[in-house]
């Protein structure tokens, strides 16, 4: 059974992902496209709603600026602002629920690398740390003295 020194021990492999720090999640394209198609969808409405206003507007204008008047075209755009604000809202919570989803989703991914990262290193200190108790065993069975290695080491007096 042979034994690896400390030195010529395979030096633990930590293999980063570059893309993986990035701070904006990655957008498949059939994400991209059920954004722009909202987009889409909100832009319709929201020229719908300005055109039925300049329309109401116009007929406003048309028949005469009278009580009645102001109150029809009241009763006709609240109601056209109200649904687009609504729906400006509802878009706008909806894309924030899924932004704040795919954010949890990497910043999971995120720990469970930190884990395993974590894990490898501590399975790497333990490797070096057994070395070095190795070290210092046969040092002290050959009669060599193993402060130097110790101080090297940077452990406490009562470590070993």
Do not use: H
């Not at 200190?125 to 002290?140: C, F, H, I």
């Not at 009669?143 to 130097?148: A, P």
């Amino acid at each position: 059974m042979s034994e690896q020194s400390p030195q010529n021990a395979p030096a633990p492999t930590i293999e980063i992902d570059p893309l993986a720090t990035t701070v904006l999640p990655e957008v498949s394209p059939s994400e991209a496209r059920r954004g722009a198609a909202e987009q889409f969808r909100f832009m319709l409405v929201v020229i719908i709603g300005v055109t039925a206003l300049f329309l109401a507007f116009l007929i406003f204008i048309a028949f005469g600026s009278g009580a009645d008047g102001v109150v029809a075209l009241a009763v006709i755009a609240a109601p056209i602002v109200t649904i687009v604000a609504a729906y400006y809202g509802i878009t706008l919570a909806i894309g924030q629920v899924r932004s704040a989803r795919s954010a949890a989703e990497l910043a999971e991914e995120r720990a469970l690398a930190a884990e395993a990262s974590a894990r490898e290193s501590d399975a790497w200190a333990a490797q070096m740390e057994s070395g070095l108790r190795l070290a210092v065993s046969k040092l002290t069975t050959s009669g060599i003295s193993t402060r130097d290695v110790e101080r090297a080491a940077g452990t406490p007096d009562e470590f070993f």
